[in-house]
């Protein structure tokens, strides 16, 4: 299945791979999405990461057709496949530079605009 780098993506699999997966990201990114409990936060990621792009939110897809959603309003970054779910969603620290170096990087090794 072919994931859109830049529009809507109907994830497959609806949030995390599996509940281990996403509270092993609650874990560790919980803390950054103060008020939302571990369902909202996966729900947040679902919608951001099968979100097309806009003026607000940024994308790509990287080599192995993962796809990359980053909100300049939020500083949220998401990525996961279609088939396989939500690997993961944070704040970086760096922002906005922290996805534009990622998806430098993701188009130099072969991924898609």
């Known amino acids: 299945m072919t994931s859109s780098p830049n529009g809507v993506n109907k994830f497959l699999v609806r949030g995390f791979k ?37 003026e607000e939110i940024l994308g ?22 279609v088939t396989k779910g939500i690997f993961t969603m944070f704040k970086p620290n760096e922002g906005l530079n922290y996805y534009l170096a990622q998806k430098k990087e993701d188009l130099k090794h072969g991924g898609r605009e």
């Not at 103060?34 to 909202?40: C, H, N, P, R």
């Not at 790509?60 to 496949?81: L, S």
Request: charged share 30%.
């Open 60 to 81: 790509h897809t990287d080599k192995d057709e993962a796809i990359v959603r980053y909100n300049k309003r939020t500083n949220d970054f998401v990525k996961g496949k």
């Open 18 to 54: 599996n509940r281990q997966k996403l509270m092993n990201h609650w874990e560790e990114h919980g803390s950054q999405y103060y008020g939302l409990t571990y369902e909202e936060y996966e729900v947040a990621a679902l919608k951001l990461i099968e979100s097309a792009v806009n």
